[in-house]
C-alpha cells in the first residue's frame, strides 16, 4: 500500500484541475504545485526586494527568504556546510562552474577527464570544451546494450593521469540507477575529483553528499518541482574555497579598483548579479513539498509505478524497451513502437492529451551506441496513477493497428 495520497496530490496540481492530461514528460521538467506556485506569489507581492544590498527591512526579508532556500537544499542533500551550496541557473551551468572555474586551475596538458557513455551534453560538452583548451584528454566509460555501465576496464581507465571523474547518476534514457559509490570510490584511490550529475536523481531519490563522499553534485530544481532557472551546485567547502569565480559582477567581490577585485567567500563568489531570488523561494517550497511527502516513500511510490507500466508496455506487440534489464533502474522509460517513428508516434499520443518526449533526448551518444536516431519517453512522477498507463498503453495500442492497417 502506497504511503503517497496521489489524488490529494493531483489536487494540488493546477495543471490537473483545467484539463484532462496524461503528462508522462516529467525527466524533461515536473508540472507545479500550487504550494509552489503560491510561494513565488507570495515572495513577489508581499517580500521582494534584492538581497545582500538594502539596509532597509524588505530587503533583509527578501534576503533571509533567499538564505532559507539555501538551507533547505543544505538539508535536501544533507551537505556538512551551508557555504557549500552554490545557487546556479540548473544543473548544466553546475557543471559548466566546475569544467570553467576548476578546470582552468586544476586541468594541464595530458591530464585525463573521465565520464561515460551514457551522459547527456551536459556533461559532455563543457569537458569537451574545457580538454581542448588546456590540453586534457576525455575518457569515456562504455554502456552496454542493455543501458548499463561497462566498469570492467574501470581499472584501466582510471590513472594517476585522471584528475576528474564526471558522472550522471540515473540515466535520463534507460532509467539506470549507476553504481556511483563504487566509481567514487575507484577514483579516490586514484586521487581524482568526482562530480555527480543528480539532475535525475534527485527528484526520485534520498541524496547524501556526505555518506557518497562526492567532491561535486548538480542538480536542477525545475526537475523536482521547482521553477525554471534556479538548480545547485553542492562543491566541498575546501574544493570551492580555492576555485576562482565562473562569472564576474556584484555580489561575487570583495573589493573592486580599478587594477584589481578580491573575491567574497563562497558561495556568494559564484553567485555575480542579482540572482534568481523568487525561483530559489519556489524551489525551497518544493524541497518542503517533497520533504513532507518524503522522499523514500517518493521513491518507492515511483518504483512500485515503473514496475506496473513495464509489465503494460511489453506486454504490447512491437514495443521494444530500452534498458530496465537489471533491478535498479528509476521511473524513466525509453522506447519504441516497430513500424513507427517515434515524433509520428508521440504526435497520436498528443491527440489522446498524452504529453511524451520523443527524440534522442540530449545524449546522443547513447543513441548512437544503440543504433537509433531516437526513442519514445516516458517518465513517470508523483501525480502520475496506474490510471495514466492504462491510457498510454490503450493509445499505444490504438496506434499500433492504424500503422499496421487493422
Ligand atoms: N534532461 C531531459 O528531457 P538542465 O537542462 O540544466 O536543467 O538539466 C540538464 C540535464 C543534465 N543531466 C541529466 C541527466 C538530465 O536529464 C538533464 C536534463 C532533460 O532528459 C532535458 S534535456
Known amino acids: ?211 557518497m563522499d562526492c567532491d561535486f553534485l548538480a542538480l536542477s530544481g525545475h526537475k523536482m518541482l521547482g521553477p525554471t532557472g534556479i538548480g545547485i551546485l553542492y562543491g566541498k567547502l575546501d574544493i570551492i574555497e580555492g576555485m576562482e569565480p565562473f562569472m564576474g559582477g556584484g555580489d561575487m567581490i570583495n573589493s573592486v579598483t580599478m587594477s584589481k577585485s578580491t573575491w567574497n567567500d563562497a558561495p556568494y563568489k559564484f553567485e555575480a548579479g542579482t540572482p534568481n531570488i523568487a525561483q530559489a523561494v519556489g524551489f525551497g517550497a518544493a524541497i518542503d513539498y517533497l520533504d513532507q511527502l518524503g522522499m523514500q516513500n517518493v521513491s518507492e511510490y515511483l518504483q512500485d509505478l515503473k514496475l506496473y507500466a513495464l509489465i503494460q508496455l511489453k506486454a504490447i506487440e512491437g514495443i521494444k524497451v530500452y534498458g530496465h534489464t537489471k533491478n535498479k533502474s528509476s521511473s524513466v522509460i525509453s522506447f519504441n513502437l516497430q513500424d513507427v517513428h517515434p515524433h509520428d508516434l508521440a504526435q497520436f499520443l498528443d491527440q489522446d492529451n498524452i504529453a511524451v518526449r520523443a527524440g534522442h533526448h540530449c545524449a546522443q551518444p547513447v543513441m548512437d551506441k544503440l543504433g537509433i536516431s531516437s526513442t519514445i519517453r516516458a517518465s513517470l512522477y508523483i501525480y502520475n496513477t496506474k490510471a495514466d498507463i492504462d491510457k498510454l498503453c490503450d493509445s499505444l495500442v490504438k496506434t499500433a493497428k492504424f500503422f499496421r492497417g487493422l
Not at 513577489?44 to 538564505?67: D, Q, W
Not at 541557473?89 to 595530458?110: F, P, Y
Not at 552496454?144 to 555501465?149: M, R, V
Open 1 to 211: 500500500m502506497s504511503k503517497l495520497d496521489v489524488n490529494k496530490i493531483r489536487s494540488d496540481f493546477p495543471v490537473f484541475q483545467d484539463q484532462s492530461l496524461v503528462y508522462l514528460d516529467s525527466a524533461a521538467t515536473t508540472q507545479k504545485p500550487h504550494q509552489v506556485i503560491d510561494a513565488i506569489s507570495e515572495f513577489y507581492s508581499h517580500s521582494y526586494a534584492n538581497v545582500h544590498r538594502g539596509i532597509y527591512n524588505l530587503s533583509f526579508k527578501a534576503t533571509e527568504a533567499y538564505h532559507g532556500a539555501r538551507l533547505k537544499a543544505q538539508k535536501f542533500i544533507n551537505a556538512k556546510d551551508w557555504q557549500s551550496i552554490i545557487f546556479t541557473g540548473g544543473t548544466t551551468e553546475s557543471i559548466n562552474l566546475v569544467a570553467h572555474s576548476w578546470g582552468r586551475k586544476n586541468l594541464n596538458m595530458g591530464d585525463e577527464i573521465l565520464i561515460t557513455e551514457m551522459e547527456h551534453h551536459s556533461n559532455i560538452v563543457p569537458w569537451q570544451l574545457i580538454a581542448e583548451d588546456r590540453g586534457a584528454i576525455l575518457k569515456y566509460i562504455p554502456i552496454n546494450q542493455d543501458g548499463t555501465l561497462d566498469l570492467s576496464d574501470l581499472g584501466t581507465l582510471l590513472s594517476d593521469k585522471t584528475k576528474l571523474v564526471s558522472i550522471i547518476h540515473q540515466s535520463n534514457v534507460f532509467g539506470t540507477i549507476n553504481p556511483i559509490q563504487e566509481i567514487i570510490n575507484k577514483a579516490k584511490k586514484v586521487g581524482a575529483i568526482t562530480l555527480i550529475d543528480a539532475a535525475q536523481s534527485a527528484p526520485h531519490d534520498t541524496l547524501d553528499v556526505q555518506d
